[in-house]
Every structure is written in structure tokens, then in C-alpha cells.
């Protein structure tokens, strides 16, 4: 099945969890550590509270770095899912937001790829699809971890908020890495 097929597909919480995790895995461009959506996961759980979300979200956003930066797309991309989180979880917004998330993350991962990266302009779109033709490695694999993370929700519910999550710890650690090789490229 397809990324967009199983945004499609997802409910509620595997919409939250997908956007969340395209999010967890770019926070080494916002300055924050590894723990710093944690209490966002923690409001996906089975027995957090109807609000919790809303309140953590908030949390959140003043934590991290959401200062303006025109000039890195990688940043401004990864403060734009942070920013448009929906305050309310709803199957809509939050489908709206998971899509939006997708996309950005799959961006991202393809900007700190810098020359290896080709494929033309709509590759996020097509790799979404599953048309993978052009894709370097580290875009193949964060659109591998956007499946995963939907398909351990989908199969199992609640149950696999844990999985998601270290599906995202991966590739944060791997986008960190990426970061730094980019620094040390532009230095």
C-alpha cells in the first residue's frame, strides 16, 4: 500500500502518530533534544486525557525553536509542521496535517541529501505514491519509516505507540547525522 493510501486509511490517533513522528524525526532542526516530543506521545495514549494534546502541544511550541529562519528551507519546513499542528484531534485536521507533515519531512530528508538528491521536482509526490524511481537512500528510507509507523498503528492500536516511537528515534538519529555531514559539506 501507499503512503497516501494509508494516510487514507488511518484513524485518529495513527494520523496524530504519522505527523508526529515525520515531526520527532526533524526536531535536530529546531534545537530541541531527543525528548522534546515526548509529552506529545504521551497524549496519543490510550488512557491521556481529551485535552492533553491541546495543552502539550502548546508546551511544545514554546520549547522549541520556531524563531524564523528564510534561510535555511530544511528549518523553515520543520517549524511549519510544528506550527500547524492542529490544536484539536480531529480526523480531519489531523489528516490534513499528517499529509502536510509527510510531504515536508520526505523534503527535508531530500534537501540534506544536497547533490545526491535528484529526481525531478515532484519526487516527495511520487515517492508518496510508491513510485521510488530517483529517490536517494535517506529520502527511500524516511518514506519507509512514514509506512512503518503507519502500518505499527494501523495493526495494532494503541500498542504501537512504542514501536512508532523508536521507528522516529531511527530516523532522528539518522537526520541528525545528516545535519552535521551538511555543516561540516557547507563549512
Known sequence: MSLVELIA?????????????????????????????RPLWASLAEDAADGDWAERLERTRADLDTAPDDADEAAALARRMLADAPAER???????WADACSVA??????????PAADGGPDLEDACREGRTEGASPLLAAELRRQCAVLELLAAHGPAGLRGALEVSTEGRRVLRAAVSRRSRRDA
Open 9 to 37: 486509511k488511518a484513524d485518529e490517533r495513527g494520523l496524530a502518530a504519522s505527523g508526529l513522528a515525520c515531526l520527532d524525526r526533524c526536531v535536530p532542526l529546531l534545537g530541541g533534544d531527543d525528548e522534546a516530543l
Open 90 to 96: 480531529t480526523a480531519d485536521g489531523l489528516r490534513q
Open 105 to 114: 519531512a520526505l523534503r527535508i530528508h531530500r534537501l540534506l541529501d544536497g
